[in-house]
């Protein structure tokens, strides 16, 4: 499956804690703090859009600390190859 990125918004200083609670859930590639726009980006390449849907819902979002998920589907590489290839 393709990569989806989640762009995790959170509680001041609440981005260790919920990168290491995002990180036990199955499906899980990486949950990693970040500084910047974002507190926290986690990576998944094992779901399903509808999966990442209700993992958001389930998973992320009742979270301590969590404000905001901005889910980023990837593209497959079809669309972005040059059509001469």
């Known amino acids: ?7 995790v918004t959170c509680d001041v200083k609440k981005n260790k804690d ?3 609670q995002i990180q036990k859930n199955q499906g899980v590639k990486e949950a990693l703090p970040v500084f910047g726009t974002y507190d926290c980006i986690v ?10 849907k209700e993992f958001v819902l389930s998973s992320i979002r009742p979270l301590d600390g969590v404000s ?6 990837t593209t497959p590489p079809k669309i972005w190859q040059n059509s001469d290839e």
């Not at 905001?68 to 589907?73: E, R």
């Open 1 to 7: 499956m393709k990569p989806t990125f989640l762009l």
């Open 18 to 20: 919920v990168a290491k």
């Open 43 to 52: 990576k998944t390449d094992d779901m399903a859009e509808n999966e990442i």
């Open 68 to 73: 905001t998920v901005l889910p980023l589907y």
